[in-house]
């Protein structure tokens, strides 16, 4: 099937066609919840639309189904590693002195493992995103094991594209889009660790932020729960008013007002600027409780940057994968990683990193977007810091997709462009030390952004939610 004709079809539209076609999908969108809060004009009572491609944009289908297949496998390393406090130890050593926020996380992973814990089994909601690299091949970009967000919105927008390809009159490619249910699997999840906690009136927890804009992603997910479980009650709060509410119960039960959480599922706290002194103390008073935390602190570290760099040393991956055919396939997705820090590696990194920087991305080891450097930046931004500080970095291969053409939709614009996009694809892990309880894919994502853009997080403005048209 020519992806093209899909391209040629609008691109053939006059100014007022366009403007009158997009206006309608546009309503059709928000009609069907894929909108957010303004971040300009911010009305409690208000959505936009959130920014969307008007077509979906093509992934080949060898690499669509390599991504999903790895899925499962990756779900089971992540779980690996997280509850291998040798190999975390090993891991963040480096990172540890000279970044705060990785350092805190730590010590609150610390002070849980000077006692008998109440609850050992983690929840995780991940998602691992890829570039398709200009060869042809699938290459990771990151793995996130904390707020992974956009299944309620994406869900939707296949929907919407189908909407799309009809309207075009063009329903020969409706098989092109794949069937996404990435809302129920991860609502499912979250019910099954509710299920593992075993207190019916015991409720979920949705920590969120204080003005959430993402409003509608965050609340298809409470209201899917619910939906699919009947017995199951979500709450959400934020870590202010955690502070007033939340306590915990003489067998380490954690209260918030008179509701007993089963399960705290974090959509808040990845980054430094969502923490105090108190929010930091309340974090590790969550984390002691009997509540089945999503993710764990555990959970939360192994998604650091630097656990990505260090399973690319020889041989780590294949101590957690033992079947070698499953490890390749993994070890496949990866691209170059160096430390910056003032091993023999780090040097070699930091060598390219100063002369060879248009080669490389410069990662923190941060999640929500916004914080990578690129180009020239790189050498500017490791003279600013000192050698040493220059160990919180990873310095990751630059993956370079092949752009295609798509018009962007977003409040009060539209525009054609060439685009990238980057897929990531959802899975859930339910465990503890001794065994896993679930292990499942859980539906797929995808993201554009121009060209001309280094970052694609659409929460924080810069990507579109799309959907996959597999050739």
């Known amino acids: 099937m020519d992806y093209s004709e899909l391209v040629n079809k609008v691109e053939g539209f006059d100014e007022n066609e366009l403007a009158s076609f997009v206006s309608k999908v546009k309503d059709w969108a928000l009609m069907h919840g894929i909108g957010m809060r303004s971040k300009n004009n911010f009305d409690e009572s208000s959505l ?39 190999f975390l130890d090993y ?49 990771q970009v990151e793995m996130n094991t904390i707020s992974s967000s956009m299944s309620g919105l994406i869900q939707s927008l296949g929907n919407a594209h189908r909407y799309v390809v009809k309207q075009l009159r063009m329903d020969k490619h409706l098989n092109h889009i794949p069937v996404n249910i990435a809302l129920s699997k991860l609502c499912e999840g979250l019910i099954e660790a509710w299920r593992h906690y075993n207190v019916e009136s015991a409720v979920i927890l949705f920590v969120v932020e204080e003005v959430t804009f993402n409003i509608c992603d965050q609340r298809f997910m ?7 479980n009947s017995n199951v009650r979500v709450i959400r709060r934020s870590f202010n008013q955690l502070l007033e509410q939340a306590k915990l119960g003489e067998n380490m039960e954690l209260y918030v007002d008179k509701h007993e959480v089963a399960v705290v599922y974090f959509r808040w706290g990845y980054d430094p600027t969502h923490f105090s002194d108190e929010t930091w103390s309340l974090r590790l008073m969550m984390e002691k409780s009997k509540a089945i935390k999503c993710p764990s602190i555990q959970y939360h570290l192994v998604g650091a940057k630097k656990v990505q760099q260090v399973l690319c040393y020889p041989g780590i991956l294949e101590k957690y994968i033992s079947d070698k055919e499953e490890a390749n ?19 070699e990194g930091y060598k390219l990193a100063m002369n060879q920087f248009n080669r490389f991305v410069l990662k923190p080891q941060r999640e929500g977007g916004g914080n ?100």
């Open 222 to 228: 409470e209201f899917e729960t619910e939906r699919l």
């Open 372 to 471: 990578n450097i690129y180009g020239d930046d790189i050498p500017k931004h490791l003279k600013s810091i000192s050698r040493k500080d220059a160990a919180a970095f990873i310095l990751m291969g630059l993956i370079e997709p092949v752009p295609t053409r798509n018009i962007l939709v977003k409040q009060g614009y539209v525009g054609k462009g060439d685009v990238v996009s980057e897929l990531g694809i959802y899975g859930i892990i339910i465990g503890d030390d001794n065994r896993i309880y679930l292990n499942e894919e859980a539906g797929h994502m995808l993201r554009s952004k121009l060209v001309s853009s280094r970052e694609g997080g659409v929460a924080a403005g810069d990507g579109l939610l799309d959907s996959p048209y597999v050739l």
């Open 48 to 86: 936009v639309v959130a920014p969307f491609t008007l077509l979906p944009s093509p992934i080949t289908k060898d690499c669509f189904e390599r991504a999903i297949r790895a899925q499962k496998l990756l779900n089971k390393l992540l779980h690996r590693l997280a509850y291998d406090s040798e």
């Open 91 to 139: 891991a963040l050593a480096s990172v540890l002195e000279h970044d705060e926020f990785t350092r805190k996380l730590y010590e609150i992973y610390t002070e849980i493992r000077k006692t008998e814990p109440v609850q050992r089994i983690s929840c995780g909601l991940f998602r691992c995103d890829y570039f398709l690299h200009c060869d042809g091949s699938l290459k």
């Open 329 to 347: 396939m993994i070890r496949d997705l990866f691209v170059d990683i160096y430390p910056l820090d003032e091993s023999p590696e780090g040097e």
